[in-house]
């Protein structure tokens, strides 16, 4: 088996996860709702998202690893992995170009004290940490994700945008519904609202030159399974 992406900051990455054996990964409401608001606790401190999708046993996600971001401890002088234990505060933060002793939320002082965050291990910890819930909810054992995460580089407008939209029109492309704006669980509908968001909803539309152009390529037929088989899904 080839290396996987290593997932490095300022690059775009499309990543993905199967349940094991098929297995599934989302079976109500609230399973859907407490995995989103574990990814905004594990992995938006480290990536900015440009779209995403969850499906009953996989998910996608479009993301853009962030620069130039340290953790900051409550107490910096745990030498401990602060994303892993639930007992320690920690928050990434951004480190200026040029620290001094004085200078913005970390100065030279505090830099050699902390640590900078390894993004795969915050996309461990998300998957760990559902796992763990539920397993619990449904008193099951083992493993629920495929390991390791499968993540693709993407490095250029055109690929970007062809997998965004691979992302928004897979509910469709697995029978889910007949248009991605039907699907509750994709950041389709958030990118064609007006809500206060996370997503980097300014960003993606500005891709498409407008809203417009936005929805009119989601209406448009993507070769679905061509994706797949490139993906190796």
């Not at 007992?87 to 951004?94: F, I, N, P, Y």
Request: net charge positive; glycine share 6%.
């Amino acid at each position: 088996m080839q290396p996987f992406e290593p997932l490095e900051p300022g690059n775009y990455y499309h990543i993905y996860n199967h349940g094991v054996g098929g297995r599934d990964l989302f079976r109500k409401t609230d399973n859907y709702e407490y995995f989103l608001a574990l990814y905004d606790k594990y992995i938006l401190p480290i990536a900015g998202t440009y779209a995403w999708v969850l499906m009953k046993n996989h998910f996608h996600v479009l993301v853009r690893i962030k620069e130039n971001v340290v953790y900051k401890y409550s107490n910096a002088d745990k030498s401990v992995d602060a994303v892993r234990f639930e007992e320690v505060k920690w928050q990434t933060v951004e480190i200026p170009p040029n620290p001094t002793a004085s200078e913005g939320p970390v100065g030279v002082n505090e830099v050699n004290r902390i640590k900078i965050p390894k993004p795969h291990l915050h996309f461990s910890h998300l998957f760990n940490a559902y796992s763990r819930y539920f397993n619990k909810r449904y008193e099951t054992r083992g493993a629920l994700f495929e390991r390791p995460f499968r993540r693709k580089l993407i490095d250029n407008e055109e690929y970007l945008k062809r997998v965004l939209i691979y992302i928004h029109n897979n509910p469709v492309h697995h029978g889910f519904c007949d248009h991605p704006v039907e699907y509750p669980w994709s950041s389709y509908l958030t990118c064609v609202s007006i809500k206060p968001t996370r997503l980097y909803r300014d960003a993606v539309i500005g891709w498409f030159g407008s809203e417009a152009n936005f929805k009119q390529v989601h209406n448009k037929k993507l070769a679905m399974d061509e994706i797949d088989n490139w993906l190796g899904l």
